[in-house]
Structure formats: structure tokens, C-alpha cells
T-cell receptor, first 115, second 114 residues
Framework: ETGVTQTPRHLVMGMTNKKSLKCEQH?????MYWYKQSAKKPLELMFV???????ENNSVPSRFSPECPNSSHLFLHLHTLQPEDSALYLC??????????????FGPGTRLTVL | EDKVVQSPLSLVVHEGDTVTLNCSYE??????LLWYKQEKKAPTFLFML????IEKKSGRLSSILDKKELFSILNITATQTGDSAIYLC??????????????FGQGTELSVKP
């Protein structure tokens, strides 16, 4: 596989469920990102990991919990979500911030619906 | 507050037309500006611009940056139905504590009719 992959592609969950989104990159990058894309709104950066350490957390609610076990994998653990959390969740990767320019490559996204 | 504004928000053209998409930005310290094309799901990278006045070109697409006036344009000539997509503009601020942040605009939804 090449590029950035995400699973699942679609997810429907209730507000009391716990689920996880997975992202994997095959580009040799060392930085990974989670974005939220809601209808008619700009992409919102949620989390940044560089060299497996979190370097940015844009005041995301604690019901979203990221995990980066190594430079190729990134997870987003979800629990007790709200209907307004329904959105497309995109993962991206790049070379670490500060090392060259930040050209980010995106995965196909997970379409999340919270009932 | 750093922000990126794209215009128009949506555009409908016919095949063969030429279109110009606009992106203006306000950022404390500028590092680069990026254009992406988003068709169904994953945004795909088009261009990165760092210097004023230098055109980047790829086939029928081209882009240029004006750092003095704080904007960029994306041109598509001889449009095809396959160009239909949302075009995203993003700016990367400069600064150690920016942590790889990209600030995105709302996107321009382009529809090319046969």
C-alpha cells in the first residue's frame, strides 16, 4: 500500500459507544495530523504528532483521544460523542514541522455519524 | 487572528472555460501557501508557494503568490469535467511553536459542465 490509509471509511455510532479511527502512512514521514471537516467549514486541525510526540492540541474536547504508537500509525479514540461531532475526519502526514516545508499528504477520511 | 478566505465559494463553468480561484490570507508570520484539490474524500496536493511572483505550473493548472498583497490565485485553463472538485487553500505560519499548523480556507467548489 502507498500513501495514507484510513479505516474505517464509514462509521455510525451511538453517543454511548467507544470506537477508534486508524490511520497509517507509508511515506516515511515523521509527523501525523488529525483534522475535522464539517460541511461548509474549513478543515479544523485537531492534533499534531511529530516524532511520536504531541506538539499541538487545538483545544479539542477530551472525548477525542489521540494515540501515536509509532511514526507510521495514528489513532483517534472516540467516546461519548455528540451528534455535532458528525463529520469527515481526515488524517495527514508530512515531514516534521521545522524540517523543510510542511507539505501534508491526506488519507481518504472516515465519515463519522453520531446518532 | 490568522485566517484564510477563498472566493468564490462556488463556481459553475462549462468545459473549455478558464477559471481563476482566489485565496487571501492574514497571518502573523508567513511561511508558505498550499493549494489542494478535494474530490470525494482525500485532499490531494497541487502546489506549494513560498516566493512572490514565481508561477508554479502543472499542465493546465498554474498558481502564483503575491506576498505584498497577501493573496494567491489558482488558474485552470481549458477546464474539463474531471476538474470538478473543491479547491482548498491553506497557509502555513512561520514559527517554532506553530507545530505544523496549516490554516485552511473554506474552499471553492468548482463544477464543470459538459
Amino acid at each position: 500500500e502507498t500513501g495514507v490509509t484510513q479505516t474505517p471509511r464509514h462509521l455510525v455510532m451511538g453517543m454511548t459507544n467507544k470506537k477508534s479511527l486508524k490511520c497509517e502512512q507509508h511515506l516515511g514521514h515523521n509527523a501525523m495530523y488529525w483534522y475535522k471537516q464539517s460541511a461548509k467549514k474549513p478543515l479544523e486541525l485537531m492534533f499534531v504528532y511529530s516524532l511520536e510526540e504531541r506538539v499541538e492540541n487545538n483545544s479539542v474536547p477530551s472525548r477525542f483521544s489521540p494515540e501515536c504508537p509509532n511514526s507510521s500509525h495514528l489513532f483517534l479514540h472516540l467516546h461519548t460523542l455528540q451528534p455535532e461531532d458528525s463529520a469527515l475526519y481526515l488524517c495527514a502526514s508530512s515531514h516534521p514541522p521545522g524540517q523543510g516545508y510542511n507539505e501534508q499528504f491526506f488519507g481518504p477520511g472516515t465519515r463519522l455519524t453520531v446518532l | 487572528e490568522d485566517k484564510v478566505v477563498q472566493s468564490p465559494l462556488s463556481l459553475v463553468v462549462h468545459e473549455g472555460d478558464t477559471v481563476t480561484l482566489n485565496c487571501s490570507y492574514e497571518v502573523t508570520n508567513f511561511r508558505s501557501l498550499l493549494w489542494y484539490k478535494q474530490e470525494k474524500k482525500a485532499p490531494t496536493f497541487l502546489f506549494m508557494l513560498t516566493s512572490s511572483g514565481i508561477e508554479k505550473k502543472s499542465g493546465r493548472l498554474s498558481s502564483i503568490l503575491d506576498k505584498k498583497e497577501l493573496f494567491s490565485i489558482l488558474n485552470i485553463t481549458a477546464t474539463q469535467t474531471g476538474d470538478s472538485a473543491i479547491y482548498l487553500c491553506a497557509v502555513e505560519p512561520l514559527g517554532y511553536n506553530q507545530g505544523g499548523k496549516l490554516i485552511f480556507g473554506q474552499g471553492t467548489e468548482l463544477s464543470v459542465k459538459p
